[in-house]
């Protein structure tokens, strides 16, 4: 809901919280983003308190996709040319779509 707000700060910080959290694990965020961006919603099993999973699906709407775009962009230029090891899939996602393993 971050990306949606209109006061530029709060989306702007919740666009650095995604760029952080892919700092900590690049291999399984970036893929993820351009599942989310390509495909404009993602589902995803969130835990519960009382440490049950529950199936949610996220929709993003296009402003909130440009923005994740624009968190994308961020992650890219901070793995720099770390970025080879991601770029033909990423590329490939953001042309052609996820294949049928990614965002489920």
Known sequence: NALADPESYVY???IQTL???CDVCPSSIMPLMGVVI???KIDIDVAMANSVATSVE???TPEQ???A???LIFMIRRRGEGISVYG???LETMLFGPNRDQGK
Do not use: E
Request: net charge positive.
């Open 12 to 14: 702007l910080a919740s």
């Open 19 to 21: 760029v952080a959290i």
């Open 38 to 40: 390509a495909k404009g």
């Open 58 to 60: 996220l929709s993003l």
């Open 65 to 67: 996709r440009i923005k």
């Open 69 to 71: 775009t624009d968190a």
């Open 88 to 90: 033909s899939s990423m």
